[in-house]
């Protein structure tokens, strides 16, 4: 099954211990991979026959 934005969007991360990631960094980068995703679907969708 092919992920969606809401998807990306609503991925929660487990910290492990003090070296665990960038929480901000993180979230940046999502938002980011959302907003590309959504594009190329919008993308899609606009090529496809309709019908």
Not at 12 to 17: C, D, N, S, W, Y
Not at 33 to 38: L, T, W
């Given at each position: 099954?092919?992920?969606s934005p809401m998807d990306i969007h609503n991925k929660?991360?487990?910290?492990?211990?003090r070296n665990g990631?960038?929480?901000q960094e993180v979230d940046d980068f999502l938002d980011e991979?959302?907003?590309?995703?959504?594009q190329v679907l919008n993308?899609?969708?606009d090529l496809r026959p309709i019908g």
């Open positions: 099954m092919a992920l929660e991360f487990t910290r492990k211990g990631y960038a929480a991979v959302i907003a590309s995703y959504q993308q899609n969708k």
